[in-house]
């Protein structure tokens, strides 16, 4: 199983960014997802999470309201469509996927991991 996270780079305060994360190698659907991101000395932190089907999310309070989890399982790929960024979302986002089907806020739930999309926003 491997998870393919893209879209991070450099942008201004204001703009607006959208990570992917594609998914290969996972049999069935009936899993959550989240991002998580880690800044320079930080712990890696909860972003947003998605149940199995994209019915149900749930967002850090810094990033509600800005930022936008979705999922495509016939594309078998996850988004996050960050607007307005600050430059206290600059950090290493994270893509990851646990057994459970509804939304899991701790990284110990999840048992597979991205290898992180570097996000840099410049005030």
């Known amino acids: 199983v491997q998870l393919q996270a893209s879209g991070g780079g450099l942008v201004q305060a204001g703009d607006s960014l959208r990570l992917s994360c594609a998914v290969s190698?996972?049999?069935?659907?009936?899993?959550?997802m989240g991002w998580f991101r880690q800044a320079p000395g930080g712990e890696r932190l909860f972003v947003a999470g998605?149940?199995?089907?994209?019915?149900?999310?749930k967002y850090q309070s810094s990033v509600e309201g800005r930022f936008t989890i979705s999922r495509d399982n016939a594309k078998n790929t996850l988004y996050l469509q960050m607007n307005s960024l600050k430059p206290e979302d600059t950090a290493v986002y994270y893509c990851?996927?646990?057994?459970?089907?509804?939304?899991?806020?701790?990284?110990?739930?999840?048992?597979?991991w991205g290898q992180g999309t570097l996000v840099t926003v410049s005030s």
């Open positions: 990851a996927a646990h057994k459970l089907t509804g939304i899991a806020l701790l990284t110990t739930l999840y048992d597979t």
């Open positions: 190698g996972r049999t069935g659907r009936d899993y959550g």
């Open positions: 998605i149940n199995w089907s994209g019915s149900s999310t």
